[in-house]
């Protein structure tokens, strides 16, 4: 759910009413159950974008940032964006291990249209091809919407689930 406050954004007077740093903090309450091995790694990083979404979710921080220089805005979305490679990956690896290769195929496929979002602002911002700027965010905001439409979709998956849910969850059948 904190990815879907990070995606949504309801302006109120230059401010985000759906400020990321909630976000941010949501998502650091769902990786602390995640079973996968990088949960340390993605607690840090997770840990960062709140520090750096709470830096920039003050509207004049926001502003200079992007009238300063459009490749500082980049910048400031780094840990985001490795958050969520990160976690694409480790949900993919985990998804192979119990199996669900479809799974696995959908969250490599995202992992791999993020590390693009990741890598696309600096070659539109260092070639100059400002035409492209409007593209760039719609794509990096699509990746992420379908990021979020995943992790919805796969969430009761038992490889998806705390190891404690999983054999709560065997019991009861």
């Given at each position: 759910?904190?990815?879907?406050?990070?995606?949504?954004?309801?302006?109120?007077?230059?401010?985000?009413?759906?400020?990321?740093?909630?976000?941010?903090?949501?998502?650091?309450?769902?990786?602390?159950?995640?079973?996968?091995?990088?949960?340390?790694?993605?607690?840090?990083?997770?840990?960062?974008?709140?520090?750096?979404?709470?830096?920039?979710?003050?509207?004049?921080?926001?502003?200079?940032?992007?009238?300063?220089?459009?490749?500082?805005?980049?910048?400031?979305?780094?840990?985001?964006?490795?958050?969520?490679?990160?976690?694409?990956?480790?949900?993919?690896?985990?998804?192979?291990?119990?199996?669900?290769?479809?799974?696995?195929?959908?969250?490599?496929?995202?992992?791999l249209?993020?590390?693009?979002?990741?890598?696309?602002?600096?070659?539109?911002?260092?070639?100059?091809?400002?035409?492209?700027?409007?593209?760039?965010?719609?794509?990096?905001n699509?990746?992420?919407?379908?990021?979020?439409?995943?992790?919805f979709?796969?969430?009761?998956?038992?490889?998806?689930?705390?190891?404690?849910?999983?054999?709560?969850?065997?019991?009861?059948?």
């Amino acid at each position: 759910m904190g990815l879907v406050v990070v995606l949504l954004t309801a302006s109120v007077n230059g401010y985000d009413a759906l400020p990321d740093p909630i976000g941010w903090v949501l998502v650091l309450v769902g990786l602390g159950p995640l079973p996968v091995p990088q949960r340390g790694a993605l607690q840090a990083l997770a840990a960062v974008s709140l520090v750096v979404s709470v830096a920039v979710w003050v509207p004049s921080a926001r502003e200079a940032l992007n009238v300063t220089d459009d490749s500082l805005a980049w910048a400031a979305s780094i840990p985001e964006i490795l958050t969520l490679v990160v976690l694409s990956h480790a949900l993919a690896e985990i998804a192979r291990s119990a199996g669900d290769h479809r799974a696995r195929s959908w969250l490599l496929t995202t992992r791999l249209l993020l590390v693009v979002v990741l890598l696309l602002p600096p070659v539109v911002l260092g070639g100059g091809l400002d035409s492209l700027v409007v593209a760039t965010a719609v794509f990096s905001n699509l990746s992420l919407l379908l990021l979020v439409v995943l992790l919805f979709c796969y969430s009761a998956r038992p490889w998806a689930l705390p190891a404690a849910d999983v054999v709560e969850d065997r019991k009861g059948r």
